[in-house]
C-alpha cells in the first residue's frame, strides 16, 4: 500500500463514525435485525467509494492483494463489520452509558 493521507484524515473517520453509528442506530430501530444487514451493506459499499476517490487523487492506492474493483475484499469486509460495531455502540450511547461505549473501544 502506498500512503499519501493528509493530516486532516482522522477527521474523516470522526465523520465516517458518525454517520455509520447514527444511520445505523435508526436502521436497527426501524427494521430490527434487517436493519443491522442493511447498515452492514451500507458500510461495505460506502468506504470502498471513499477509498476509490482516494486512488483518484494520488492519495494511496493498493496493490498485491485480490480486490472488489480497487478495494481489498478484506477491506469490504472489514468495513462491514466496523458499521455493524459502530451502531452497538451508538445503541450503548443513546441508553446514556457512554463510559461502556468508550471502554469498549479503548
Not at 445503541?91 to 479503548?106: E, H, I, K, Q
Request: aromatic fraction near 14%; include cysteine; hydrophobic fraction near 50%.
Amino acid at each position: 500500500m502506498i500512503l499519501r493521507s493528509p493530516l486532516w484524515m482522522p477527521l474523516a473517520w470522526e465523520i465516517v463514525a458518525v454517520q455509520l453509528g447514527y444511520v445505523g442506530l435508526r436502521l436497527w430501530e426501524r427494521f430490527d435485525k434487517g436493519g443491522l444487514l442493511m447498515i452492514g451493506l451500507l458500510g461495505a459499499i460506502n468506504i470502498p467509494f471513499y477509498e476509490e476517490m482516494a486512488r483518484r487523487i494520488h492519495w494511496w492506492q493498493y496493490s498485491d492483494c485480490r480486490m472488489i474493483s480497487f478495494t481489498p475484499w478484506y477491506i469490504v469486509v472489514g468495513e462491514f463489520g466496523i458499521a455493524l460495531v459502530l451502531t452497538l455502540l451508538a445503541r450503548t450511547l443513546r441508553r446514556g452509558l457512554w463510559r461502556d461505549a468508550v471502554s469498549r473501544t479503548t
